[in-house]
């Protein structure tokens, strides 16, 4: 696995892994034929990955041309905090993912509240 950057807004906010075969020399349009969703997958059942969410672009970064990856417009910062293996840059606190939240999400997914009357 590798680290490629992620866009959103046009703007690099973090890292993203993806298998080393995402190397140049590949084509755009080879890119265009992989699912994404193969690769992007959330940390929490608060964000459902949606087709069209990450695409993987080719883009010059520093003069030579990389693979990265672009969010959606339609993503807010915590959909992009919880992409597994997301490291957000230093300086983009708005997209890291609330851990408290997170933890609690997933105390509710193991233990989910009785319903009234059921014992």
């Given at each position: 696995m590798r680290r490629i950057?992620?866009?959103?807004?046009?703007?690099?906010?973090g890292t993203?892994?993806?298998p080393d075969s995402f190397r140049m020399p590949i084509s755009q349009?080879?890119?265009?034929?992989?699912?994404?969703?193969?690769i992007i997958r959330s940390r929490t059942?608060?964000?459902?990955?949606?087709?069209?969410?990450?695409?993987l672009k080719i883009q010059p970064i520093n003069g030579v041309d990389e693979v990265v990856a672009v969010a959606s417009e339609r993503m807010c910062p915590g959909d992009i905090?919880?992409?597994?293996?997301?490291?957000?840059?230093?300086?983009?606190?708005?997209?890291?993912?609330?851990?408290?939240?997170?933890s609690l999400a997933d105390a509710l997914l193991r233990n989910p509240t009785k319903q009234r009357g059921s014992r």
């Open positions: 950057l992620l866009f959103w807004l046009g703007q690099p906010v993203i892994e993806v349009d080879e890119l265009d034929r992989i699912p994404t969703m193969l059942w608060l964000y459902d990955v949606r087709w069209g969410d990450v695409v905090g919880c992409i597994a293996g997301f490291e957000a840059s230093p300086d983009r606190q708005d997209v890291r993912p609330d851990e408290f939240i997170l």
